[in-house]
């Protein structure tokens, strides 16, 4: 038993040697191929990489095309490597590409998340620090990969979304700023002009220059009074915030100027009156 374990060895040994001594200048060669070919590919790659940033290309696009450039290099060298030790090439490329096949297939997500987020890259429909709404959610964008989008709430939480879906979605981009809609009733006898008048010269000086203007008017006629509407444009990282605030600061502008918005409780009142 031992016996032949022995001979097996020494039989392996003994092909090993032969081939060495007959294709050892091709194996050198091919290592020799490969470590070029690994210095080529990194030597592309940095090329790429600062044409990229003299240019001001996008980051994202830059080690994108940085990275396929090495790969595409190394594998044109492994190729050539594989030639010099005898390995025919035809049914390598044919492996490969059966086995590139299979792995698309496998892959069909992500493959459709890279090339959603290379055009997203390249058509550039927003840019980080836009505010973006769609899914039903919202907020400043902080970083465009090639497979995802990632949004940043005031809360601090960092919404993903792979670009397929931001692709191919209906969304709205209001750059830095988000919509504040706030309405609410008059009391029974108000002027509805002094009121706007009252509001818009408080308001003004809080205007955020940036933001698109402050409308204020008359929303609705109903039948227990004239409803009011303010549409002001905040900035999206403290939105609740200056939401809230603005919330308050209208009513303390009417409340001191006797006009305090209806309540509910006096809505219904006034509404089983009539």
């Given amino acids: ?3 032949n374990e022995f001979d097996y060895l020494q039989s392996l040994s ?26 080529f590919s990194a030597w592309g790659g940095r090329a790429i990489i600062r044409i990229g940033n003299k240019r001001q290309w996008d980051q994202t696009l830059v080690r994108f095309f940085a990275n396929l450039a090495r ?8 190729v050539i490597a594989a030639g ?7 049914p390598l490329i ?3 590409g059966a086995a590139t096949f299979g792995l698309s297939l496998a892959v069909q997500g992500p493959i459709s998340n890279y090339g959603a987020g290379v055009a997203i890259v390249l058509t550039r429909p927003f840019s980080v620090g ?28 960092r919404i993903h979304i792979p670009n397929r879906k931001v692709l191919g979605e209906i969304y709205q981009n209001s750059q830095q700023h988000k919509l504040a809609e706030t309405t609410f009733l008059l009391p029974a006898g108000a002027d509805p002009q002094q009121a706007l008048r009252l509001l818009e010269s408080h308001l003004a000086a809080d205007a955020d220059a940036t933001a698109p203007p402050m409308q204020l008017g008359i929303d609705a006629f109903t039948a227990v009074g004239v409803r009011l509407i303010v549409r002001a444009w905040l900035e999206t990282s403290h939105y609740h915030q200056q939401r809230l605030a603005l919330n308050l600061k209208l ?6 100027a006797g006009m305090a918005p209806a309540s509910p409780s006096a809505v219904v009142a006034l509404s089983e009156n009539l």
Avoid at 71 to 78: E, V
Avoid at 135 to 151: F, K, N, S, Y
């Fill in 1 to 3: 038993m031992l016996s």
């Fill in 14 to 39: 003994q092909q090993v040697l032969d081939y060495l001594v007959q294709y050892g200048f091709q194996l050198l060669g091919a290592v020799i191929i490969i470590l070029l070919g690994w210095w």
């Fill in 71 to 78: 790969l595409a290099i190394l594998a044109i060298f492994i």
């Fill in 84 to 90: 010099k030790l005898g390995i025919t090439i035809s």
């Fill in 94 to 96: 044919a492996a490969i």
């Fill in 130 to 157: 836009d505010t973006l709404e769609l899914l039903g959610r919202a907020g400043l964008v902080e970083d465009i990969t090639l497979a995802q989008t990632v949004l940043v709430t005031e809360d601090g939480e």
């Fill in 251 to 256: 009513f303390e502008v009417l409340k001191e």
